[in-house]
């Protein structure tokens, strides 16, 4: 398998402007995180979903952040309009309830620098 | 909510010596998982080492190792024979069961001495 697969892996776009995170989850794995790294906060979640559906986006900052599952095989999250301080590593998570262990696989990120 | 406590910001070990980093946490359930998670420079998050709650035998893998403290709610991670590929960013986190998300504590700057 390939893994959690995340594009793209940086981005950089003016405030202002819409930017969409994409996320592949691992094949067979019926539940989604998205949660986002950040000096100040440390690593939050911002929404998660269990078989497409969203089960908790209390994580999500404000209005202009917003998350879709429409398939089991794809997730995106939108900010829209973005500003500096949305500036993070963005990582998207899969996981197989009742897998061993509890584990969760993380993809490598997406790096957001908004100027 | 849970909570999970990482309370040394930074650790430093010498090559081939053993480390310890600590990490308590929070919560009133009874089952759960405890993980350590390693972040290199590369960001890439990947998993070191996990503990079910409900097993009393304390988890291993290879170097790495955990004392897994219930009642203290204790979950502390060991490294033996540190090598320079160690250095990293270490991260415990805690999950309830089910598919639930991961609340993580703030990390522990490792830094490898050759």
């Known amino acids: 398998d390939a893994g959690v697969i995340q594009s793209p892996r940086h981005e950089v776009t003016e405030m202002g402007q819409e930017v969409t995170l994409r996320c592949k989850p691992i094949?067979?794995?019926?539940?989604l995180f998205w949660y986002r790294q950040t000096m100040m906060r440390g690593l939050e979640l911002l929404i998660y979903?269990?078989?497409?559906?969203?089960?908790?986006d209390s994580g999500m900052p404000e209005d202009r952040f917003s998350a879709k599952m429409p398939n089991a095989s794809f997730s995106t999250l939108k900010i829209q309009p973005s500003e500096p301080r949305d500036s993070a590593v963005y990582f998207c998570a899969s996981s197989l309830r009742g897998g061993p262990g509890g584990e969760q696989f993380f993809g490598p990120g997406t790096r957001l620098t908004v100027l | 909510a849970q909570t999970v406590t990482q309370s040394q910001p930074e650790m430093s070990v010498q090559e081939a010596e053993t480390v310890t980093l600590s990490c308590t946490y929070d919560?009133?359930?009874?089952?759960?998982?405890l993980f350590w998670y390693k972040q290199p420079p590369s960001r890439q998050m990947i998993l070191v080492i996990r503990?079910?709650?409900?097993?009393?035998q304390n988890a291993t893998e290879n170097r790495f190792s955990v004392n897994f403290q219930k009642a203290a709610k204790s979950f502390s991670l060991k490294i033996s024979d540190s090598q320079l590929g160690d250095a990293a960013m270490y991260f415990c986190?805690?999950?309830?069961?089910?598919?639930?998300?991961?609340?993580f504590g703030k990390g522990t700057r490792l830094s490898v001495i050759a």
């Open positions: 094949s067979g794995h019926n539940s």
């Open positions: 503990q079910e709650a409900y097993k009393q």
């Open positions: 979903f269990n078989n497409n559906v969203p089960i908790d």
């Open positions: 919560t009133s359930e009874s089952d759960y998982y």
């Open positions: 986190a805690y999950r309830s069961p089910g598919n639930t998300p991961l609340v």
